[in-house]
């Protein structure tokens, strides 16, 4: 990834997202749809999680930058938490 960059990184893996969501949006009745967009979308976040703290950690001044990438990381899990269905 640093040989990319990570503002390409983040271009990329956005995109990659999008179309793994667009793809969950249509599947109507096609099962390999939603698997396919699961997959892409999970691809997408893998690399939006890898690099945007990453670049992040590089754009903020020095006096903050660990409280903005830790509040990155508080944010990532509480969505994580919120986002899982309970069982039932």
Known sequence: MESVGRRLALIVATGVFIIGAILQTVATTQLSYIYAG????????????????????????PAVRGQLVGLYEIAYQVGAVVGVRPSS
């Not at 999680?49 to 754009?59: G, H, R, V």
């Open 38 to 61: 699961r997959a892409l979308v999970g691809l997408g976040v893998g690399g939006i999680t890898c690099a945007a703290p990453a670049m992040l950690a590089e754009i903020s001044v």
